[in-house]
């Protein structure tokens, strides 16, 4: 079983209100069942430990009823303790013809020059588009952190 490194602290940051942990579970879930599987089915509720989601019908019910241990499994890594103890399905409304929902994008970092000893270890690619390609992306990974690293 996956478990977050500090299983506490999602339930002490979100735990407080029922409210407060449905919210994490309902950004939790198109982490843990994917982005296709999420577009079809929306988290109703959270009783007493069951999470309620809803499902189009009765095939997509099966489905995700095999699947509710993996499920588990990846929202405990996300809530750790705030997790739900079990899933509960309820049939009803056309989910599968939702339109699709694009995920919040973060803002990129600006691209930084890549440090000296970068170029340097970068001279060793021969193909000098790889070279390139490489020099520009560890430059805006790196400037994600603000220096050399």
């Not at 019908?57 to 509710?68: E, I, P």
């Not at 309820?90 to 600006?110: E, H, K, T």
Request: net charge positive; no cysteine; hydrophobic share 45%.
């Amino acid at each position: 079983m996956d478990k977050p490194r500090n299983p506490r602290l999602a339930a002490s940051l979100f735990g407080a209100t029922p409210e407060r942990r449905l919210a994490l579970l309902r950004a939790a879930w198109p982490g843990a069942v994917g982005a296709e599987l999420a577009r079809r089915t929306e988290v109703m509720g959270l009783d007493a430990g069951v999470l309620r989601v809803r499902v189009p019908d009765a095939a997509w019910q099966r489905s995700l009823f095999r699947m509710r241990g993996q499920i588990l499994s990846r929202l405990r890594r996300v809530a750790g303790d705030a997790a739900p103890r079990s899933l509960g399905f309820v049939q009803g409304g056309n989910l599968a013809a939702a339109p699709p929902v694009d995920p919040p994008v973060a803002p990129r970092a600006p691209d930084a020059p890549a440090p000296a000893s970068v170029r340097a270890a970068a001279q060793s690619i021969a193909d000098p588009d790889v070279r390139a390609e490489f020099l520009k992306m560890a430059g805006r990974y790196l400037g994600r952190f603000g220096g050399d690293r």
